[in-house]
């Protein structure tokens, strides 16, 4: 339930019941079933319409069709992104023991399915957690960085229990 909302006790409400809001003194809306008992007694001016679409927290995002066709070495590339930041292929392509042309082919495939985006020419930070406070300037490689939809298939990766071989 979003914040700002609490369901009553007096006749704890669940969906798909039909609810009305009571704006409380404390500035929280108690949710009821539109029947409670203890609605005729209220302040009719603080009851507000409801509809438990409006006040329930969304639903954990799902990632789209596309997520299938991803395998090990792409979640291990959109890990590494996630935990060192903007990098390019060459140097992924060391840290994870592979051959750099297949670096550049998944970061490609990768920006194509919108999960990393290139990162424009800018100062960056030197590899994070290994050169403290050094920048350097993005010059001849193309970066690479997360993106929200990237970030979203990794929480949805590491919520799974049956993750890609």
Not at 46 to 60: K, Y
Not at 74 to 101: C, K, N, T, W
Request: hydrophobic residues 35%.
């Amino acid at each position: 339930m979003k914040e700002g909302y609490k369901t009553a006790a007096c006749c704890r409400p669940q969906p798909p019941d039909l609810i009305l809001g009571y704006f409380s003194h404390n500035n929280v809306i108690v949710v009821h079933r539109s029947e409670c008992a203890n609605l005729p007694k209220v302040e009719p001016a603080r009851l507000v319409s409801l509809t438990w679409e409006e006040i329930l927290g969304e639903a954990a995002p799902q990632p789209e069709e596309d997520y299938r066709h991803l395998d090990q070495l792409d979640f291990r590339i959109l890990q590494h992104h996630l935990e060192m930041g903007i990098d390019y292929s060459l140097v992924v392509a060391d840290i994870l023991g592979v051959e750099p042309a297949q670096a550049f082919e998944r970061h490609k495939k990768l920006r194509d399915l919108k999960l990393l985006k290139r990162v424009e020419r800018v100062m960056i930070r030197y590899r994070k957690n290994i050169v403290p406070n050094k920048w350097i300037k993005h010059r001849n490689h193309t970066y690479y960085e997360l993106t929200p939809k990237g970030r979203k298939y990794l929480d949805h990766l590491t919520s799974r229990q049956d993750k890609p071989g």
